[in-house]
RNA sequence: GGGGGCUUAGCUCAGUUGGUUAGAGCGCAUCCUUGACAUGGAUGAGGUCGCAGAUUCGAAUUCUGUAGCUCCCACCA
């Protein structure tokens, strides 16, 4: 702050401080064990991928958590690292290969691909890192993880083997959602159901044998490409319409063949026609009808989504989609198509791929997750809390009906599975029990050259869920690991969005509880709290844009963040998108509503400025010598007053911090600085600051003693700006920094300042006389007009309270005088009245007193109103005898004050009516 | 079909265990460039808290019913 600006310009604040604070290993985790440990793993973003706005709400998030525990004196652990994102790398690596040379990943073979996928990694690798420090995120950074690292790699295989050998992981040939675009099968919750305006075709079968009138069977089906693959029709077995054609058969259409009638359960007599076309390889739930009848599995479309030989002559090579039209085209030629109806179905598309997937038999891996039972336990035990609470219950509902999980993926960016087939070996003749068929090792077969691995990678999220217990060297960490594991492990808070309860959360919980320790079936709450790989998990919103929708490349409504941190400053942008995070639900996204943290930031540095201004700076070095410059026997009531907000400030604050309410943080200190602190009391110690030097002694040592408790409170969310003033304000001992500053704790504050609690109310009350002072001038147009002369009529303690606060009512209402005087003579003059004192308004020129008196009469209307209500409570037995005391007594006393109110209002109406009359008389 | 969440000022949202006259920011209107800040100051307009019942001395807050919106999970061709 050496050079004094008008405007508060972050960019190079926010540099050069966040340089320093990196040179002088500010973020360095180091497990002290004098100190509470404070742990959070970063959600690792994807190596290759760009800061967004879910980023910045994230990480923020997370930096106000560490910031504020390393000023709570805890040893503070923020591990950064990346995922490798296996399918968006690798699509994104294969684009370019394709379009930069025209080659495909086959063209190069798995090795050279991946050096390709490398050399991008290396090139656009941790550039998100580097977008996170901009945005002030104090990790450690040398510790900066990513999961195909070595150290990482090796616990992931060793995870694999792990369950492999209790049994958890198998190889099997299932239905699992394919992907055509990616060509890699992806688990249930990477499949995301959208709502499609299709057509519902209704097409008959023809019965081989007729029965009696009926000739053929009708169907409906969404996806006629796939009759080809039919290999029945199926109804249920007690509906009567058809009960007897069961074991009968009909016509597929094309390739023509007998295929027969079975009877199933399944079907619902209720939709269509009751019958329904079963296409044992192209749907889940034929497949399994297809498997209690041992139907034939007869694929048609290909792995690409065209459709294969199978499919006949006319199909083959056809895309599916248009195979679709083709197919209903065929059978209407033939006669046999029905109807195409509108028709509204769900279905299932790829994340990744933004394509429909396609229900795909193919051998997989699974995992049956482990611990299921323990995973629920520790949420309902509340060894792991969720925050919001509600979250918890969409996290035990999820882990009731889990299938499964397909963990293997037909890429090469990933942790390749480590699974050993011997040569020369048929897949079908493998014999997984038989380790002479099948090796499964972390480090291989000792003669490879007999043996091929699997080619298939694993799951991203197969390997991301080993993250709080990897990065901190599990499953073999050396001593140093050992300590910090002790120290840190369970993680203290989870930080992320609710979209990944499923993908991460949930599965990081249980491979925690399955795999950190020994092999044990059967888990203890004390083994369960060992375990966890965190204790509270904080879901916060996603960011959507202004209208609601999400926010994505396409729609063009995803701003740049580094473009918002340059016009806002990082510290704005932290301060805005945290002010508009309501707990827990979406947040809607806009340049104007974060305009507030740069107005914020503004707002700091100019009342900092202007204390500079004020006069000389005295010792700050430490809060003790702050205290000591202060002189109780100078106190007014402000004083008093602003020390009592700033104590309900940092206790807020604190408990705030202690449920994870982190929602109304920015309103807090909003709230505080911006009205109580620069609109009230600095206001009011502008009158002080040009008095004795004691007094202003006095004053600045309680505004330095404010701004720098105000500035520790804010430093979380504003990290640059509250050092840059910290440091400018002398606050700092040499060679520290803020976050080192231990925070003072509310109750400490409050013992060694002890303010006055009834200063504090009477300058509540000055505040409402001063306001309506002003709004008694602006009536008349005298808003900024600083010379008013104004009278008051009080009760001889109010009088008291008037004279002694005699400069500071002036110069923040805006009067040359404001004195005592006769109400009888007061008659007249247009006034307020206030729960202090009646005050009047000396117009010397005219005045237009019909006017006035109509005001006072709507105002009269309203206290008449209070008054009845108030009568009414008070006059209530049961309120008397049931409401606590407090309650009645707020209840008297806002009475009093309201019939105190309204008989002065009418005695003004009246004296303006007589005033009026009397003027009507005289002209 | 199952489970959440939401409905309060023009907009986005607060409103802690029921208890003084329901708040904030933005926007809007009027006034003000007074020696921290126009990224500012002052004042004001604007709400029967979705609807209907119930409990209570007292309900935006609790309960029941109901309407609308929204998200997640499952999914019938």
């Not at 079968?205 to 069977?217: A, N």
């Not at 504003?718 to 060679?735: D, N």
């Amino acid at each position: 702050m050496s050079e004094i600006s008008k405007a508060y310009e972050p960019e190079a604040v926010e540099n050069r401080w966040y340089a320093e604070w990196l040179s002088a290993g500010c973020f360095k985790a180091v497990a002290d064990p004098k100190r509470q440990p404070y742990a959070i793993m970063i959600p690792p973003p994807n190596v290759t991928g760009r800061l967004h706005m879910g980023h910045v709400l994230d990480n923020t998030l997370q930096d106000i958590f560490v910031r504020r525990a390393r000023q709570e004196g805890k040893a503070v652990l923020w591990q950064p690292g990346t995922d490798h994102a296996g399918i968006a790398t690798q699509t994104k690596v294969e684009k370019q290969l394709l379009e930069s040379t025209g080659q495909s990943k086959h063209d190069l073979g798995r090795e050279a691909f991946l050096e390709k996928v490398w050399d991008f990694k290396q090139a656009s690798g941790g550039v998100i890192l580097q977008q996170l420090q901009k945005l002030g995120a104090s990790c450690d950074w040398d510790r900066a993880s990513f999961t195909l690292d070595e150290d990482y790699s090796k616990a992931v295989l060793t995870a694999f083997v792990r369950f492999y050998q209790r049994g958890y992981i198998y190889r099997g040939k299932r239905m699992v959602n394919w992907c055509p675009a990616t060509q890699t099968a992806l688990s249930d919750e990477e499949v995301t159901m959208r709502a499609q305006n299709g057509i519902l075709y209704k097409m008959r079968y023809e019965l081989v044998e007729p029965d009696g009138e009926r000739t053929h069977l009708e169907i409906s089906t969404t996806r006629p490409e796939t009759l080809m693959g039919d290999s029945a029709v199926a109804v249920h077995p007690e509906d009567a319409r058809y009960q007897h054609l069961i074991g009968q058969t009909v016509w597929r259409p094309f390739p023509r063949e007998e295929i027969p009638i079975i009877g199933d359960s399944y079907v619902d007599r209720e939709f269509g026609t009751g019958c329904l076309k079963v296409t044992p390889a192209h749907d889940k739930n034929d497949f399994e009808i297809g498997q209690r009848h041992d139907l034939k599995l007869i694929e048609v479309i290909g792995a690409d989504g065209y459709m294969n030989e199978q499919a006949g002559e006319e199909f083959a090579g056809v895309e599916r989609f248009e195979a679709r039209k083709r197919a209903a085209k065929k059978l209407e030629t033939m006669g046999l198509l029905v109807a195409r109806e509108a028709y509204e179905n769900n279905v299932g598309y790829s994340e990744r791929g933004h394509v429909p997937i396609e229900p795909r038999l193919s051998e997989q891996w699974f995992l049956k997750y482990p611990k299921v039972a323990a995973a629920k336990r520790a949420v309902e035990s509340g060894a792991i809390r969720f925050y919001p609470d509600r979250w918890k219950k969409t996290y035990l509902h999820w882990l009731d009906g889990i299938q499964d999980w397909c963990i293997s993926r037909q890429l090469w960016w990933g942790h390749r599975i480590p699974v050993w087939y011997k040569k020369g070996l048929a897949r079908s003749e493998l014999d997984f029990d038989n380790p002479k068929h099948v090796h499964v090792s972390i480090e291989g077969p000792n003669d490879p050259e007999n043996w091929e691995q699997e080619s298939d990678v694993l799951d991203t999220w197969a390997s991301s869920y080993l993250w709080p217990m990897a990065n901190l060297g599990w499953p073999h960490p050396n001593p140093e690991q050992q300590k910090e594991l002790d120290f840190w492990y369970p993680t203290t808070t989870l930080v992320t969005g609710f979209d990944i309860i499923f993908f991460w959360v949930a599965r990081m919980i249980m491979a925690s509880l399955e795999l950190y320790g020994e092999d044990q079936e059967v888990l203890s709450d004390a083994e369960i709290a060992k375990r966890l790989p965190f204790k509270n998990i904080f879901i916060h919103g996603l960011i959507r844009d202004e209208k609601g929708r999400k926010m994505s490349k396409s729609l063009g409504n995803s701003p740049d963040p580094l473009d918002l941190i340059q016009k806002f400053g990082a510290d704005g942008l932290r301060f805005g998108i945290c002010n508009i995070a309501p707990s827990g639900s979406d947040i809607l996204f806009s340049e104007e509503r974060i305009q507030i943290g740069r107005n914020f930031c503004n707002k700091l540095w100019n009342a900092v400025r202007f204390r500079q201004m004020s006069g000389p700076m005295s010792d700050n070095s430490d809060l003790a010598s702050i205290l000591q410059r202060l002189d109780r026997t100078l106190f007014d009531d402000p004083d008093h007053w602003i020390l009592q907000r700033l104590c309900d400030l940092t206790q807020s604050l604190e408990s705030g911090f202690q449920d994870y309410e982190i929602a109304p943080l920015t309103h807090r200190l909003y709230a505080f600085f911006w009205s109580d602190f620069c609109d009230w009391y600095v206001e009011a110690s502008k009158a002080k600051l040009q008095a004795s030097e004691a007094l202003r002694d006095n004053c600045l040592a309680i505004q330095d003693l404010v701004i720098r408790q105000f500035l520790q409170l804010a430093h979380p969310v504003m990290p640059h700006i509250t050092e840059e003033l910290w440091q400018a304000l002398g606050y700092a001992q040499p060679q520290t920094y803020i976050h080192q500053a231990l925070l003072s704790p509310a109750q400490e504050l409050i013992q060694s300042l002890r303010p006055d609690a009834s200063a504090v109310e009477r300058v509540a009350q000055l505040q409402t006389l001063i306001t309506q002072g002003r709004a008694l001038k602006a009536q008349y147009r005298l808003a900024s007009k600083r010379d008013v002369v104004v009278y008051y009529t009080a009760e001889a303690p109010d009088q008291v309270t008037l004279e002694h606060n005699q400069a500071l009512i002036n110069r923040l209402a805006g009067f040359k005088s404001c004195t005592a005087l006769d109400p009888k003579v007061a008659s007249g003059m247009p006034a307020t009245v206030t729960p202090l004192a009646t005050l009047y308004l000396d117009l010397s020129s005219s005045l237009d007193l019909a006017a006035e008196s109509a005001r006072l009469t709507k105002d009269l209307a309203k206290l008449e109103q209070q008054v009845s209500i108030g009568e009414k409570k008070l006059g209530n037995e049961k309120f008397m005898k049931s409401a606590p005391e407090k309650v009645v007594a707020g209840a008297r006393k806002q009475l009093a004050e309201a019939r105190a109110k309204r008989d002065e209002t009418k005695r003004l109406i009246e004296s303006f009516q007589q005033n009026s009359a009397s003027l009507k008389s005289e002209s």
